[in-house]
């Protein structure tokens, strides 16, 4: 089954261009022209996937998905700006979106890119990993120390889990990226140091420990 999306966006021409191209892709699309309405319409359809536009009325891109992030950690988010300083990307993953896609893009590609990342959800091994005290659980995107269990966003599931797979060894920070982002860019390395913190934090607790190897990657110690 095809993911449920719900693109906001106040570029109502091209947006109805984009949707009836998804749409014509096998998509279940629903549109919102702003951020509060998106909101709203991301509580009662429950999206796959939110495709958010960040300059808009009444609530920009980056507040509605600080919103939805206080309590959903699982839905991924793309970002579809013309905002492309460093600053502004940053903000994004800071938020844990899921990518940050500059505008004009084609079409294809980010359809090509929507398929990508379900497709790595649902292949996704069901392999629990002991990490320290936790159960971490890459299928259900979970970390469990003792009867409490944590969400973890996509993008750290899928660091934690290359990293649960070599414990021990080094993976290094190429690797991560081009897995994880695609390519080895300035701004997304920024990005994995952001994820490496959150992740950090999150097991903090569990007595497992992620050690950097300067410009080389990392290595997860479980004890």
Not at 94 to 123: Q, W
Not at 124 to 133: A, F, P, W
Not at 137 to 145: D, E, F, G
């Amino acid at each position: 089954m095809k993911p449920k999306i719900l693109l906001v966006d106040d570029d109502t021409r091209n947006s109805m261009l984009l949707c009836r191209f998804l749409q014509a892709e096998g998509f279940d699309v629903t549109y919102a022209n702003n951020g509060a309405v998106g909101l709203e319409l991301y509580h009662t359809v429950g999206p796959d996937l939110i495709l958010l536009d960040i300059n808009m009325p009444v609530m920009n891109g980056f507040e509605m998905a600080m919103e939805i992030r206080l309590h959903d950690r699982r839905v991924v988010i793309f970002f579809l700006t013309d905002r492309t300083e460093k600053a502004d990307r940053l903000k994004g993953f800071e938020l844990k979106g899921n990518d940050y896609i500059p505008k004009p893009f084609y079409p294809e590609e980010l359809v090509a890119k929507i398929n990508e990342r379900f497709e790595s959800l649902t292949v996704r091994s069901e392999k629990e990993y002991q990490v320290g005290q936790a159960i971490f659980r890459p299928n259900l995107s979970s970390l469990t120390v003792g009867d409490e269990t944590h969400s973890l966003p996509v993008r750290q599931c899928e660091i934690l889990q290359m990293l649960a797979e070599n414990e021990g060894s080094l993976v290094e920070r190429d690797l991560i990226l081009e897995k994880v982002w695609g390519d080895a860019s300035y701004a997304n390395s920024l990005a994995l140091n952001v994820q490496i913190t959150y992740l950090r934090r999150a097991i903090a607790s569990t007595g497992a420990v992620i050690t950097s190897l300067k410009k080389r990657g990392y290595i997860l110690s479980c004890h």
